[in-house]
C-alpha cells in the first residue's frame, strides 16, 4: 500500500518541473513564441508515440467491455463535475456572462493528461494502469468538446469535431490493433522507438505547463471568491464523485487507480484556451487554474493516498 511520504515523493517532481519551466520562462531561456511549435510537436508525435507504446499489446485494454466502461466513466465524471460547479456558482455572485460558464468548466474539467501521466507512470509502472489512462481520456476529450465546450457556445456549436485529435485518433488505432490481433505483428524495433519518443511527451509538456503558468500569473486582480472556492470544489468536493465511483463500482483495479489519481487533479491549463476562444471569461478561467494548482501541491498526495486506501488499491 502506498503511503503518503511514497506518493509525495513522487508528486514533488511533477510539481518543480513545473517550477522549472517558469524559471525557463522568466529567464528567457523558454521563449513564448517557441511554445507552439514545442506543444504541436507534443502532441502531434511524442504523445502519439507514448499512446502506442502503452496501449498497443497491453493486456489491460484487449477488450472492448472494459474499455466503453473505462471512456463512459471519464466522460460522466467530468460533466458532472461541470454540472455541479454551475449550480455551486451561485454561491459567490457569478452569474451567465459573468464567469459562471467558465468557471463550471474550468473546475470540472481537470489536467488529464500531462500531470496525471508522470504520476500514474511512477506510481504504478506497470503497463496496463497507463494504458488505461488513456482509455479514460477518450471520454474526457468528448465530454471537454460536448459538456465543457458546449456550455460555453450552446451544444450546436460545439466543436465536437475537435475531441478526434491526433492523441484520440491514436487512442482508438491503437486499440483497433488490440481488438482486431494486429498488435501481436507490431515489430519490437517500432516498440523501442515509440518508447523513446514517447519518453520525452509528458517532460516537455509539464515544462510549457509551467512557463504558461508563469505567463499568467499576476494578470488582473485577484478574485478571493472564486480563489477560494474553485479549490474546495475542484480539489475537495468533486472528487468525492470520483472516490466513489472507485469505491461502489465492480471495475479493475488499474481503473480505480487511474480515477484516484484523477479525483487529485487541478484545473487544466487547457481551460483557459478553452475560454479566450469560446467566448468564456477568461480572468475567471485564469483565477482558477492558478488557485487550483497552487493549493493542489499540497492536496494531491493526500487525496491520492487516502483514495488508494479506501478503494483497497
Same mark, same amino acid.
Given at each position: 500500500m502506498l503511503d503518503y511520504l511514497s506518493i509525495? !515523493?513522487? %508528486?514533488?517532481?511533477?510539481?518543480?518541473t513545473m517550477a522549472a519551466g517558469a524559471l525557463a520562462r522568466k529567464t528567457g531561456l523558454l521563449k513564448p513564441e517557441s511554445d507552439t511549435s514545442l506543444m504541436k510537436l507534443s502532441v502531434m508525435m511524442l504523445t502519439p %508515440?507514448?499512446?502506442i507504446e502503452r496501449v498497443v499489446g497491453n493486456p489491460a485494454v484487449m477488450k472492448l467491455g472494459?474499455?466503453?466502461?473505462?471512456?463512459?466513466?471519464?466522460y460522466s465524471l467530468v460533466a458532472i463535475g461541470i454540472a455541479f460547479a454551475y449550480f455551486m456558482s451561485p454561491?459567490?455572485?457569478l452569474k451567465k456572462g459573468e464567469g459562471r460558464?467558465?468557471?463550471?468548466? %474550468?473546475?470540472g474539467l481537470q489536467n488529464y493528461g500531462f500531470v496525471a501521466i508522470p504520476l500514474v507512470t511512477a506510481l504504478f509502472p506497470d503497463k496496463g494502469t497507463l494504458g488505461v489512462l488513456f482509455t479514460f481520456t477518450l471520454g474526457v476529450e468528448l465530454a471537454c468538446w460536448t459538456a465543457g465546450v458546449g456550455l460555453l457556445t450552446g451544444l450546436g456549436k460545439a466543436p465536437w469535431r475537435l475531441a478526434l485529435n491526433a492523441p484520440v485518433m491514436t487512442i482508438l488505432v491503437s486499440l483497433l490493433l488490440n481488438f482486431t490481433g494486429l498488435h501481436a505483428h507490431v515489430p519490437q524495433i517500432a516498440h523501442n522507438t515509440f518508447a523513446m519518443l514517447g519518453a520525452c511527451a509528458v517532460p516537455l509538456a509539464v515544462l510549457l505547463i509551467g512557463a504558461s503558468i508563469a505567463d499568467i500569473w499576476g494578470q488582473g486582480a485577484m478574485q478571493w471568491k472564486v480563489a477560494v472556492l474553485s479549490p474546495v470544489l475542484r480539489l475537495g468536493i468533486i472528487p468525492i464523485a470520483f472516490l466513489a465511483t472507485a469505491y461502489f463500482l465492480p471495475i479493475t483495479t488499474e481503473l480505480k487507480r487511474v480515477i484516484v489519481v484523477q479525483a487529485a487533479?487541478?484545473? %487544466?491549463?487547457f481551460n483557459i484556451m478553452i475560454a479566450r476562444l469560446y467566448g468564456g471569461h477568461a480572468p475567471t478561467a485564469v483565477q482558477v487554474v492558478i488557485a487550483t494548482t497552487?493549493? !493542489?501541491c499540497i492536496t494531491t498526495p493526500l487525496v491520492i493516498a487516502w483514495g488508494l486506501k479506501l478503494v483497497g488499491v
Amino acid at each position: 500500500m502506498l503511503d503518503y511520504l511514497s506518493i509525495l !515523493s513522487v %508528486a514533488v517532481p511533477v510539481y518543480l518541473t513545473m517550477a522549472a519551466g517558469a524559471l525557463a520562462r522568466k529567464t528567457g531561456l523558454l521563449k513564448p513564441e517557441s511554445d507552439t511549435s514545442l506543444m504541436k510537436l507534443s502532441v502531434m508525435m511524442l504523445t502519439p %508515440a507514448l499512446i502506442i507504446e502503452r496501449v498497443v499489446g497491453n493486456p489491460a485494454v484487449m477488450k472492448l467491455g472494459p474499455v466503453l466502461i473505462a471512456a463512459g466513466l471519464g466522460y460522466s465524471l467530468v460533466a458532472i463535475g461541470i454540472a455541479f460547479a454551475y449550480f455551486m456558482s451561485p454561491l459567490i455572485g457569478l452569474k451567465k456572462g459573468e464567469g459562471r460558464r467558465t468557471f463550471s468548466v %474550468a473546475c470540472g474539467l481537470q489536467n488529464y493528461g500531462f500531470v496525471a501521466i508522470p504520476l500514474v507512470t511512477a506510481l504504478f509502472p506497470d503497463k496496463g494502469t497507463l494504458g488505461v489512462l488513456f482509455t479514460f481520456t477518450l471520454g474526457v476529450e468528448l465530454a471537454c468538446w460536448t459538456a465543457g465546450v458546449g456550455l460555453l457556445t450552446g451544444l450546436g456549436k460545439a466543436p465536437w469535431r475537435l475531441a478526434l485529435n491526433a492523441p484520440v485518433m491514436t487512442i482508438l488505432v491503437s486499440l483497433l490493433l488490440n481488438f482486431t490481433g494486429l498488435h501481436a505483428h507490431v515489430p519490437q524495433i517500432a516498440h523501442n522507438t515509440f518508447a523513446m519518443l514517447g519518453a520525452c511527451a509528458v517532460p516537455l509538456a509539464v515544462l510549457l505547463i509551467g512557463a504558461s503558468i508563469a505567463d499568467i500569473w499576476g494578470q488582473g486582480a485577484m478574485q478571493w471568491k472564486v480563489a477560494v472556492l474553485s479549490p474546495v470544489l475542484r480539489l475537495g468536493i468533486i472528487p468525492i464523485a470520483f472516490l466513489a465511483t472507485a469505491y461502489f463500482l465492480p471495475i479493475t483495479t488499474e481503473l480505480k487507480r487511474v480515477i484516484v489519481v484523477q479525483a487529485a487533479m487541478p484545473s %487544466a491549463v487547457f481551460n483557459i484556451m478553452i475560454a479566450r476562444l469560446y467566448g468564456g471569461h477568461a480572468p475567471t478561467a485564469v483565477q482558477v487554474v492558478i488557485a487550483t494548482t497552487v493549493v !493542489s501541491c499540497i492536496t494531491t498526495p493526500l487525496v491520492i493516498a487516502w483514495g488508494l486506501k479506501l478503494v483497497g488499491v
